[in-house]
């Protein structure tokens, strides 16, 4: 008999954004080409009996083989971030391509790219990150680059290397509203972070911990409202990211019943993981320095009802890895740096959707539909990848994530692909984990075995958003 498709994943239950059916999908030529039951021989066939298929997770917010405006490179490049991410079940990463003051950003798109190219085993798209927007990047570098597959830029209210003033907000929302461009904004008020930092410093209190009391709920809240009162002006789309405490989500929902263009994105260390953790001993709490801080229990129950009710739309990882005992990572300035001078950042490119699968479907406070929409398909609409990436149908690429419901895991770096040493998530044990990764058609991930050269994962340039998109 011959075969009608290349590979036929068989009988496992299909989950997409709208259902759970139990269902085959064959894949030629590294598309989806058939979705049913009973459907003829692949050449390669996944016995998916008792598994979920899942559309392989989209990574959206990830910083991989980037300079800080100090100089300091992440710990993972391209090769290592992206087999961690497909060993966890993504199989598409939107990093970021960072503009520093003064840098053009056409040579900063082409650099990154030129840095994923021989390198990245599953696919990639870029955002920009605009720190520097002078007359001739609003006017013609970034409609440029928008037009060519960037419809997307980060831009910071704080970190004095990459804050820009309002003034610049509203330029470059102004621009993104005209351009069809989506508005990623780091928001925490950053005078507010330096006055307080400046006075426990003083005080003498310069431990990691003193990082979260430097960066309270309110500053996070008032960067969101000023943030949703700039997009309501400029009628911009701005995705606020990281968002970690109820106070923040609930200024978006305000600002979206005002009918302002708002998206949310948060991160399983917001999700998983509170701020005692900085209360770990010594330099071991810088592990969980991040920004904004982890919160307390409150904030990480409010976040999960917002993950539930579509108030946030999308789970990315900010992996953002910084190795903790190396004076190229958290340790740059020693380890008796006060907290304003270690490095901000937790990995977790691997563990994002394991942990919030555990967390969240194990433990029913999402459902599998909500899951498979947060961690990829509304991703793929809101940053252009959709109907390509981010689900399963007929015609998508073949990306796939065979899980493992019922498996137990307690996390351990040395499992981990990632050029880590560590962590946030050491010890945490959870049920639930991708077992195969298929990455276009691409078994890269299967029981425990990596398989995919450096160079497999393509660039992937992305559309601009529809006029009015919602997740
Ligand atoms: O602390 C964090 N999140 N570091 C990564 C950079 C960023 O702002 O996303
Ligand atoms: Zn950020
Ligand atoms: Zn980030």
Same mark, same amino acid.
């Given at each position: 008999?011959?075969?009608?498709?290349?590979?036929?994943?068989?009988g496992?239950?299909?989950v997409?954004?709208?259902?759970?059916?139990?269902?085959?999908?064959?894949?030629?030529?590294?598309?989806?080409?058939?979705?049913?039951?009973?459907?003829?021989?692949?050449?390669?066939?996944?016995?998916?009996?008792?598994?979920?298929?899942?559309?392989?997770?989209?990574?959206?917010?990830?910083?991989?083989?980037?300079?800080?405006?100090?100089?300091?490179?992440t710990?993972?490049?391209?090769?290592?971030?992206?087999?961690?991410?497909?060993?966890?079940?993504?199989?598409?990463?939107?990093?970021?391509?960072?503009?520093?003051?003064?840098?053009?950003?056409p040579?900063?798109?082409?650099?990154?790219?030129?840095?994923?190219?021989?390198?990245?085993v599953?696919?990639?798209?870029f955002?920009?990150?605009?720190?520097?927007?002078?007359p001739?990047?609003?006017?013609?570098?970034?409609?440029?680059?928008?037009?060519?597959?960037?419809?997307?830029?980060?831009?910071y209210?704080?970190?004095?290397?990459l804050?820009?003033?309002?003034?610049?907000?509203?330029?470059?929302?102004?621009? !993104? *509203? =005209?351009? #069809?461009? /989506?508005? &990623?904004?780091?928001?925490?008020?950053?005078?507010?972070? $330096?006055?307080?930092a400046?006075?426990?410093?003083?005080?003498?209190?310069?431990?990691?911990r003193?990082?979260?009391e430097s960066r309270?709920?309110?500053?996070?809240?008032?960067?969101?409202?000023?943030?949703?009162?700039?997009?309501?002006?400029?009628?911009?789309?701005?995705?606020?990211?990281?968002?970690?405490c109820?106070?923040?989500?609930?200024?978006?929902? !305000? *600002? =979206?019943? #005002?009918? /302002?263009? &708002?998206?949310?994105?948060?991160?399983?260390?917001?999700l $998983?993981?509170?701020?005692?953790?900085?209360?770990?001993?010594?330099?071991?709490?810088?592990?969980?320095?991040?920004?904004?801080?982890?919160?307390?229990?409150?904030d990480?129950?409010?976040?999960?009802?917002?993950?539930a009710?579509?108030?946030?739309?999308?789970?990315s990882?900010?992996?953002?890895?910084?190795?903790?005992?190396?004076?190229?990572?958290?340790?740059?300035?020693?380890?008796?740096?006060?907290?304003?001078?270690?490095?901000?950042?937790?990995?977790?490119?691997?563990?994002?959707?394991?942990?919030?699968?555990?967390?969240?479907?194990?433990?029913?406070?999402i459902?599998?539909?909500r899951?498979?929409a947060?961690?990829?398909?509304?991703?793929?609409?809101?940053?252009?990848?959709?109907?390509?990436?981010?689900?399963?149908?007929?015609?998508?690429?073949?990306?796939?994530?065979?899980?493992?419901?019922?498996?137990?895991?307690?996390?351990?770096n040395?499992?981990?692909?990632?050029?880590?040493?560590?962590?946030?998530?050491?010890?945490?044990?959870?049920?639930?984990?991708?077992?195969?990764?298929?990455?276009?058609?691409d078994?890269?991930?299967?029981?425990?075995a990596?398989?995919?050269?450096?160079?497999?994962?393509?660039?992937?340039?992305?559309?601009?958003?529809?006029?009015?998109?919602?997740?």
């Amino acid at each position: 008999m011959t075969s009608r498709f290349d590979l036929v994943v068989r009988g496992g239950l299909v989950v997409t954004e709208a259902a759970v059916v139990e269902a085959d999908v064959g894949v030629t030529g590294g598309l989806i080409a058939a979705i049913g039951r009973g459907l003829g021989r692949g050449l390669e066939e996944i016995d998916a009996a008792g598994r979920l298929v899942l559309p392989g997770g989209i990574d959206s917010h990830c910083h991989v083989e980037q300079e800080s405006s100090t100089g300091l490179m992440t710990a993972d490049d391209f090769h290592s971030a992206t087999v961690a991410a497909a060993c966890g079940g993504v199989t598409t990463i939107i990093p970021f391509a960072a503009q520093h003051r003064g840098q053009n950003l056409p040579e900063v798109a082409a650099r990154y790219r030129g840095r994923a190219r021989d390198k990245a085993v599953i696919d990639y798209a870029f955002h920009l990150i605009v720190s520097d927007p002078t007359p001739a990047a609003v006017a013609e570098h970034l409609p440029a680059l928008i037009a060519d597959g960037y419809p997307s830029f980060k831009v910071y209210t704080t970190y004095d290397a990459l804050k820009l003033t309002d003034r610049q907000l509203l330029e470059v929302m102004a621009l !993104a *509203a =005209r351009e #069809r461009a /989506v508005v &990623m904004v780091h928001a925490e008020n950053s005078d507010a972070i $330096a006055w307080a930092a400046e006075r426990l410093v003083a005080a003498g209190h310069t431990a990691p911990r003193y990082h979260a009391e430097s960066r309270p709920v309110a500053v996070e809240r008032e960067a969101v409202h000023r943030i949703a009162t700039l997009a309501g002006l400029t009628g911009a789309t701005v995705m606020v990211v990281h968002v970690s405490c109820r106070e923040a989500l609930d200024e978006i929902r !305000a *600002a =979206r019943a #005002r009918g /302002v263009s &708002m998206l949310a994105e948060t991160c399983p260390q917001y999700l $998983a993981l509170t701020v005692d953790e900085l209360n770990r001993p010594g330099f071991e709490a810088a592990k969980f320095l991040c920004s904004p801080p982890l919160r307390g229990g409150a904030d990480l129950a409010a976040l999960w009802v917002g993950l539930a009710d579509g108030s946030i739309d999308v789970l990315s990882s900010d992996h953002a890895p910084y190795r903790l005992d190396d004076p190229a990572g958290k340790a740059v300035n020693g380890k008796d740096a006060p907290f304003t001078r270690i490095p901000n950042g937790v990995p977790g490119l691997e563990t994002c959707l394991p942990v919030v699968f555990s967390e969240g479907v194990s433990r029913g406070r999402i459902t599998l539909e909500r899951f498979a929409a947060v961690s990829a398909t509304n991703a793929a609409r809101i940053y252009g990848l959709y109907p390509r990436k981010g689900v399963i149908a007929v015609g998508a690429d073949a990306d796939l994530a065979v899980w493992d419901p019922d498996r137990e895991t307690t996390v351990t770096n040395a499992q981990l692909h990632h050029r880590m040493d560590y962590t946030a998530f050491e010890g945490m044990r959870l049920r639930g984990w991708p077992v195969m990764t298929v990455a276009r058609g691409d078994v890269v991930w299967r029981d425990g075995a990596f398989a995919a050269q450096p160079g497999r994962g393509r660039f992937i340039a992305r559309s601009r958003r529809e006029r009015s998109v919602a997740s």
